[in-house]
């Protein structure tokens, strides 16, 4: 009886409170978001989810995961890589391993030929290019040496693009191989570009015509796409697509935030633009088997307006009656069908960072510091990978 006054009292109280609305169902704290879902973005996902047990979520803008080195099935039902070739390279055992978890391996050796004089010749320069272009017979290490020692030209400082190359080889092949593809990719000449540009082609007096020397050279199987998905498929993280985290990050709620984007456009560029150089992709799908004798040909003129075109199946080693290449328009421009060029992105990210490391500690100091760590992240993955373009 006593309860039931109570009860009737509770309910006549509760009908005299003003209604309020309910509140709605707080966001939930992740452990981390991670913007970005390229190789840098998945790597530290899977790494805080599978290995620190965190809850992750990862945002990409883009309508797919794996960033640049994204892949797909066009419509001839050939691999293609959307963003330009990626072939994969590493010295590091414990990166190859690392990734072996989520993909087996097709070994492949990349080879380079450019177009100079109406010759296809080896790019890097080899004995072999020296030979086709002089009409030479140098059989040894020690003459092509010699032979390039005859026509470089020495430089006081080796400073720029342009004195690295032309310090090792002479000006005559400088301007046949470097000066007018780096004027093209970078908008500016060698001269005004930093040395470690040009210096990561070398030259060879053997016959080695690999682009690449890394112990370990391979593809993934099923494709870079297939791999990112199985890296990122854990109970832990949750993937969102098509969501661009400036958008949504006033939502969010997060412990630690990861983010691989663009460092200007983080701070809404309130510290200026950063001089972006981008790619154009131009797809073409060709009634042919194979289309080039190599994966890629480079054409160093200034007057080709694309700097090279690959040839997806050489890559891939998918057996097809048709064939897929991309042609590269380097572009001063960002459009979705683009590929930023990183390095100089990630070198000015970095000198941000050192000039911010020097500054007392301040509430967005973190902020910073997870921003430039994993901004440089991305440049050590894509330096292993390929070196950003
Ligand atoms: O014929 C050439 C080639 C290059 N340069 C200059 O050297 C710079 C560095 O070249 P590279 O490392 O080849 O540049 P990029 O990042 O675009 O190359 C990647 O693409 C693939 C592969 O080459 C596909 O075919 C590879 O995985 C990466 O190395 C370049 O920017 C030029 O300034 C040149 O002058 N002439």
């Known amino acids: 009886m006593r309860s039931l006054i109570a009860d009737a009292a509770r309910e006549k109280l509760d009908a005299a409170r003003p209604r309020l609305p309910r509140p709605r169902a707080a966001s939930p704290r992740w452990d981390a978001v991670v913007v970005g879902a390229g190789f840098a973005g998945a790597v530290m996902a899977e790494r805080m989810a599978a290995d620190g047990g965190k809850r992750v979520l990862v945002l990409d803008r883009r309508p797919h995961v794996a960033g640049n080195a994204h892949d797909r099935t066009d419509a001839a039902g050939i691999l293609v890589h959307d963003y330009g070739p990626h072939i994969f390279h590493t010295n590091s055992e414990d990166v190859f391993a690392y990734l ?65 190359v032309v310090s090792a080889i002479g000006r005559e092949l400088y301007e046949l ?106 797809h073409e799908t060709l009634d042919q088997e194979q289309a080039l004798p190599t994966g890629t040909v480079n054409h160093p003129d200034e007057a080709t307006p694309f700097t090279r075109v690959s040839e997806f199946k050489h890559l891939t080693g998918q057996v097809h009656p048709r064939t897929s290449v991309v042609y590269e328009h380097p572009s001063p421009r960002a459009t979705p069908t683009i590929r930023s060029l990183g390095r100089k992105t990630a070198r000015c990210s970095i000198a941000i960072w050192r000039w911010r490391q020097r500054r007392p500690t301040s509430a967005s100091s973190d902020g910073w510091r997870a921003i430039a760590t994993t901004t440089w992240i991305r440049w050590s993955v894509r330096h292993s990978r390929h070196g950003g373009g």
Do not use: C
């Open 100 to 164: 072996s978890r989520f993909t087996d391996w097709r070994p492949y050796e990349h080879r380079v030929l450019a177009e100079v004089k109406g010759k296809l010749v080896p790019m890097p320069i080899n004995r072999t290019t020296l030979n086709l272009l002089y009409g030479l017979d140098l059989t040894t290490d020690e003459e092509a040496a010699a032979f390039l020692a005859s026509r470089a030209e020495p430089v006081a400082r080796v400073e720029t693009s342009e004195d690295v």
């Open 177 to 282: 191989f470097f000066r007018g593809y780096t004027r093209k990719q970078w908008g500016l000449d060698p001269s005004e570009l930093d040395r470690s540009v040009t210096a990561r082609v070398p030259t060879r007096t053997s016959v080695d015509d690999r682009y690449f020397t890394d112990t370990f050279q391979a593809m993934p199987a099923e494709g870079y796409t297939r791999m990112f998905e199985r890296m990122l498929d854990h109970p832990n993280i949750e993937v969102r697509t098509g969501v661009d985290f400036k958008e949504v990050q006033h939502s969010l709620q997060w412990d630690h935030l990861v983010y691989t984007g663009p460092i200007d456009e983080y701070f809404g560029h309130r510290y200026g633009k950063l001089p972006y150089r981008s790619l154009v992709f131009r």
